[in-house]
C-alpha cells in the first residue's frame, strides 16, 4: 500500500465482506519520559509503512535515555538513542514515510532548525512542515505509527523534559536550559483500535489545510498532501469508550471555521458525574471555567473529595498568580474536600555528611479522572489557551479583549471505563499514580480508605515535612551547629502541602520545613527576577 493512499481497499463491496464487530480502541498508560521514549522508539523499530509526529517542539539533540524501569543500562553509545536517528533510520533503510509538523509561529520555530539539521545529515526523505498561526501554538503532541498505533504525549521532544521515575533532583541528563534543571512527572499513552483513526484523521487535516509548505512559505505543495479516509470502524463513534476530543482556534480550519473546544465540554461534563472523587495532576490550574465546573461539584455531591497536585512555580510567570488568585476566590484552598499537593525530590549528598538536595517535581501531566470511571489524558492544559480562549485567564480588560479566542490546537482522548476491556483502566491509572507520589503498594490504594483519600493524602505529606523538618533541624542541633553526618529517613513518595508562597524555600517554610541551608540544599530556588518575570521562558520561546 502506497503512503499516500491510506484508506482501506474499496474493490470489495459491503455485502462481499463478512459483517463483524469493529475492534474497541485499548490504551496503555506511560507513566514518566524514561519509559514513553522508550516505548516510542521500540514503535518507530517497528514501523513499515509510516511515522507521523505533531509536536510543539522538536530539538535534533533529543536523547533517549535508558529507562531504569526496565532494568537497562544507561551507558549505550548515544548515536543509536537519538530520537532524531530513529526517524532518519527508519525513512532510509526501510523507506517508511515520515511526516513530522511543528510549531513554526514568531514565539517558537522549531521546524526551521530541524529541516537544517536534517539537509546535513541527507535525510531528505523525512518531510517537515511548521504551522505558523500566530498568536495560536501548534501544542497537540501525537505520534502515529503505521495507521496502528497511536501515542498521546505529554511532553515536546526536548532534552530538559526528560527524567524517570525516580525523579533524581539532580541528573545531568536534564540541562537546566528549559525548567532550571527540575525533576519532571509526564503522563503519556498509547493507543490501539478505532481512536487512532481520529488522531490520523486530526494529523491529516493540519498537515494539508493549516501547515506550511516544506520551504517554511505560507503556500502548500499539493503532491505533498495526505489523501487520508478514516476507517469504517470510526462510524462507532460515541460507542467507543475511546473518544478523542480536540481544541482549535477560529478562522483557521477551512471546514471548521469557529474551530474546536471539545476538550473543554468534556471536562465539563465529566466533572459533573463526579460523586466520590475527582483526582488532577496538571501543568496549570487557571482556567475558569474549571474551577467553575469543580465548586458546582462539590455543592451537588456532598461525599466528593478533590485531589489536586499542581506546580508551584508554573514555567509562565502569570501562571501562578492566576492559579492561585482563582484557586482563593473559588474557596479551593481552604475547602475541607479539596486537597492540593506539590511534588518534591529529597536526596543525600554524594559528600558524606553534605546536605540534602532538595528539588521541586515539576508536573508536566494532563490528567483528569473521575470516580476511577471517566478520565481524560493528553496535550491540554487546564488554562484558557487550551481549552477556549486565553483571554478569559487575565484579570484585565484590555488582556481580554487582545487575547480572545486565541487558542492553541490540542488533542486529548476522554475514556470511559464501564464496559469491555477498559473496565479497570481509569483505576490503574489513579493507583499507578499515587504509588509514585505516596510511596506506597498498589494494595493500599485499591479500595477508599475509612477516612477518606484525602486523609491519606494529607498523612503521607505531614510525614514528608516531617522527614525534611527533622533533617534540617538535627543538623542545627548536633556538633554545637555543624553539619550533622547521620542521613535522614527517604521522603515517602514526592508529595507535600501545595503553598502560595512565591519561592521553593519559602513555600518549604511555609509548610513547615526549616530550610537550613547545612542540611537542605534547595537546588531550583529562583529569584525575584526570575519569579516574576521568566526570563528563562522568554529566552526559549524567542531563541
Same mark, same amino acid.
Given at each position: 500500500?502506497?503512503?499516500?493512499?491510506?484508506?482501506?481497499?474499496?474493490?470489495?463491496?459491503?455485502? &462481499? /465482506?463478512? !459483517?463483524?464487530?469493529?475492534? #474497541?480502541? %485499548?490504551?496503555? $498508560?506511560?507513566?514518566?519520559? =524514561?519509559?514513553?521514549? *522508550? &516505548? /516510542?522508539? !521500540?514503535?518507530?523499530?517497528? #514501523?513499515? %509503512?509510516?511515522? $507521523?509526529?505533531?509536536?510543539? =517542539?522538536?530539538?535534533? *539533540?533529543?536523547?533517549?535515555?535508558?529507562?531504569?524501569?526496565?532494568?537497562?543500562?544507561?551507558?549505550?553509545?548515544?548515536?543509536?538513542?537519538?530520537?532524531?536517528?530513529?526517524?532518519?533510520?527508519?525513512?532510509?533503510?526501510?523507506?517508511?514515510?515520515?511526516?513530522?509538523?511543528?510549531?513554526?509561529?514568531?514565539?517558537?520555530?522549531?521546524?526551521?532548525?530541524?529541516?537544517?539539521?536534517?539537509?546535513?545529515?541527507?535525510?531528505?526523505?523525512?518531510?517537515?512542515?511548521?504551522?505558523?498561526?500566530?498568536?495560536?501554538?501548534?501544542?497537540?503532541?501525537?505520534?502515529?505509527?503505521?495507521?496502528?498505533?497511536?501515542?498521546?504525549?505529554?511532553?515536546?521532544?526536548?532534552?530538559?523534559?526528560?527524567?524517570?521515575?525516580?525523579?533524581?533532583?539532580?541528573?545531568?541528563?536534564?540541562?537546566?536550559?528549559?525548567?532550571?534543571?527540575?525533576?519532571?512527572?509526564?503522563?503519556?499513552?498509547?493507543?490501539?483500535?478505532?481512536?487512532?483513526?481520529?488522531?490520523?484523521?486530526?494529523?491529516?487535516?493540519?498537515?494539508?489545510?493549516?501547515?506550511?509548505?516544506?520551504?517554511?512559505?505560507?503556500?502548500?505543495?499539493?503532491?505533498?498532501?495526505?489523501?487520508?479516509?478514516?476507517?469504517?470502524?470510526?462510524?462507532?463513534?460515541?460507542?467507543?469508550?475511546?473518544?478523542?476530543?480536540?481544541?482549535?482556534?477560529?478562522?483557521?480550519?477551512?471546514?471548521?471555521?469557529?474551530?474546536?473546544?471539545?476538550?473543554?465540554?468534556?471536562?465539563?461534563?465529566?466533572?459533573?458525574?463526579?460523586?466520590?472523587?475527582?483526582?488532577?495532576?496538571?501543568?496549570?490550574?487557571?482556567?475558569?471555567?474549571?474551577?467553575?465546573?469543580?465548586?458546582?461539584?462539590?455543592?451537588?455531591?456532598?461525599?466528593?473529595?478533590?485531589?489536586?497536585?499542581?506546580?508551584?512555580?508554573?514555567?509562565?510567570?502569570?501562571?501562578?498568580?492566576?492559579?492561585?488568585?482563582?484557586?482563593?476566590?473559588?474557596?479551593?484552598?481552604?475547602?475541607?474536600?479539596?486537597?492540593?499537593?506539590?511534588?518534591?525530590?529529597?536526596?543525600?549528598?554524594?559528600?558524606?555528611?553534605?546536605?540534602?538536595?532538595?528539588?521541586?517535581?515539576?508536573?508536566?501531566?494532563?490528567?483528569?479522572?473521575?470516580?476511577?470511571?471517566?478520565?481524560?489524558?493528553?496535550?491540554?492544559?487546564?488554562?484558557?489557551?487550551?481549552?477556549?480562549?486565553?483571554?478569559?485567564?487575565?484579570?484585565?480588560?484590555?488582556?481580554?479583549?487582545?487575547?480572545?479566542?486565541?487558542?492553541?490546537?490540542?488533542?486529548?482522548?476522554?475514556?470511559?471505563?464501564?464496559?469491555?476491556?477498559?473496565?479497570?483502566?481509569?483505576?490503574?491509572?489513579?493507583?499507578?499514580?499515587?504509588?509514585?507520589?505516596?510511596?506506597?503498594?498498589?494494595?493500599?490504594?485499591?479500595?477508599?480508605?475509612?477516612?477518606?483519600?484525602?486523609?491519606?493524602?494529607?498523612?503521607?505529606?505531614?510525614?514528608?515535612?516531617?522527614?525534611?523538618?527533622?533533617?534540617?533541624?538535627?543538623?542545627?542541633?548536633?556538633?554545637?551547629?555543624?553539619?550533622?553526618?547521620?542521613?535522614?529517613?527517604?521522603?515517602?513518595?514526592?508529595?507535600?502541602?501545595?503553598?502560595?508562597?512565591?519561592?521553593?524555600?519559602?513555600?518549604?517554610?511555609?509548610?513547615?520545613?526549616?530550610?537550613?541551608?547545612?542540611?537542605?540544599?534547595?537546588?531550583?530556588?529562583?529569584?525575584?527576577?526570575?519569579?516574576?518575570?521568566?526570563?528563562?521562558?522568554?529566552?526559549?520561546?524567542?531563541?
Amino acid at each position: 500500500m502506497s503512503a499516500e493512499t491510506l484508506g482501506p481497499p474499496t474493490e470489495a463491496t459491503a455485502a &462481499e /465482506l463478512p !459483517r463483524r464487530e469493529p475492534p #474497541a480502541s %485499548r490504551i496503555e $498508560w506511560l507513566i514518566d519520559n =524514561a519509559v514513553a521514549y *522508550d &516505548e /516510542l522508539l !521500540r514503535a518507530i523499530g517497528r #514501523a513499515r %509503512r509510516s511515522v $507521523w509526529i505533531s509536536q510543539l =517542539a522538536f530539538d535534533p *539533540d533529543c536523547m533517549v535515555y535508558r529507562s531504569h524501569a526496565r532494568g537497562a543500562p544507561d551507558d549505550e553509545p548515544d548515536d543509536d538513542r537519538l530520537l532524531v536517528a530513529a526517524l532518519v533510520a527508519a525513512s532510509t533503510a526501510r523507506a517508511v514515510d515520515v511526516r513530522v509538523l511543528l510549531n513554526a509561529s514568531l514565539l517558537l520555530d522549531t521546524a526551521k532548525p530541524l529541516r537544517a539539521f536534517l539537509a546535513r545529515s541527507g535525510a531528505a526523505r523525512i518531510r517537515v512542515r511548521g504551522i505558523s498561526r500566530f498568536p495560536h501554538l501548534l501544542h497537540a503532541k501525537i505520534l502515529i505509527v503505521d495507521e496502528h498505533e497511536a501515542f498521546l504525549l505529554g511532553s515536546p521532544f526536548v532534552n530538559g523534559y526528560w527524567d524517570d521515575a525516580r525523579h533524581q533532583p539532580v541528573d545531568e541528563r536534564r540541562p537546566a536550559r528549559e525548567l532550571g534543571g527540575r525533576p519532571l512527572h509526564d503522563v503519556s499513552a498509547r493507543i490501539t483500535g478505532p481512536a487512532v483513526g481520529d488522531l490520523g484523521a486530526i494529523f491529516a487535516e493540519l498537515w494539508n489545510d493549516v501547515s506550511a509548505g516544506p520551504t517554511g512559505s505560507t503556500g502548500r505543495a499539493r503532491d505533498d498532501e495526505l489523501r487520508y479516509r478514516p476507517r469504517p470502524a470510526l462510524a462507532r463513534g460515541d460507542d467507543d469508550a475511546i473518544q478523542i476530543v480536540r481544541t482549535a482556534p477560529r478562522r483557521t480550519l477551512p471546514r471548521q471555521r469557529e474551530g474546536h473546544t471539545g476538550i473543554l465540554a468534556a471536562i465539563e461534563a465529566g466533572i459533573a458525574g463526579a460523586r466520590s472523587l475527582i483526582y488532577i495532576e496538571h501543568q496549570y490550574l487557571s482556567a475558569g471555567p474549571v474551577i467553575a465546573a469543580l465548586t458546582r461539584a462539590l455543592q451537588h455531591a456532598p461525599a466528593l473529595e478533590v485531589v489536586i497536585v499542581l506546580n508551584q512555580n508554573p514555567d509562565v510567570t502569570a501562571y501562578r498568580g492566576w492559579q492561585n488568585v482563582r484557586l482563593r476566590e473559588a474557596g479551593l484552598l481552604d475547602h475541607p474536600r479539596v486537597g492540593l499537593f506539590a511534588l518534591w525530590s529529597a536526596e543525600p549528598s554524594v559528600a558524606r555528611g553534605g546536605p540534602w538536595a532538595v528539588n521541586q517535581v515539576f508536573v508536566h501531566s494532563k490528567v483528569l479522572t473521575v470516580d476511577d470511571g471517566w478520565a481524560t489524558v493528553g496535550s491540554a492544559n487546564l488554562d484558557g489557551v487550551s481549552l477556549h480562549s486565553y483571554g478569559h485567564d487575565f484579570a484585565g480588560r484590555i488582556g481580554r479583549r487582545v487575547f480572545r479566542h486565541v487558542r492553541n490546537f490540542d488533542v486529548n482522548a476522554v475514556i470511559r471505563a464501564d464496559q469491555g476491556a477498559l473496565v479497570e483502566t481509569v483505576r490503574e491509572l489513579r493507583v499507578r499514580l499515587w504509588c509514585e507520589h505516596l510511596g506506597l503498594r498498589p494494595d493500599a490504594l485499591a479500595a477508599r480508605p475509612e477516612q477518606g483519600w484525602l486523609a491519606l493524602w494529607r498523612e503521607c505529606a505531614a510525614r514528608n515535612v516531617s522527614t525534611l523538618d527533622n533533617g534540617a533541624r538535627n543538623a542545627s542541633a548536633l556538633d554545637g551547629g555543624h553539619t550533622c553526618s547521620a542521613p535522614a529517613p527517604p521522603l515517602s513518595g514526592f508529595v507535600l502541602p501545595y503553598s502560595t508562597h512565591p519561592t521553593p524555600a519559602a513555600q518549604l517554610a511555609d509548610v513547615g520545613v526549616r530550610v537550613d541551608p547545612r542540611r537542605l540544599d534547595v537546588r531550583f530556588n529562583p529569584g525575584w527576577l526570575e519569579v516574576h518575570c521568566s526570563p528563562n521562558w522568554v529566552r526559549n520561546m524567542f531563541a
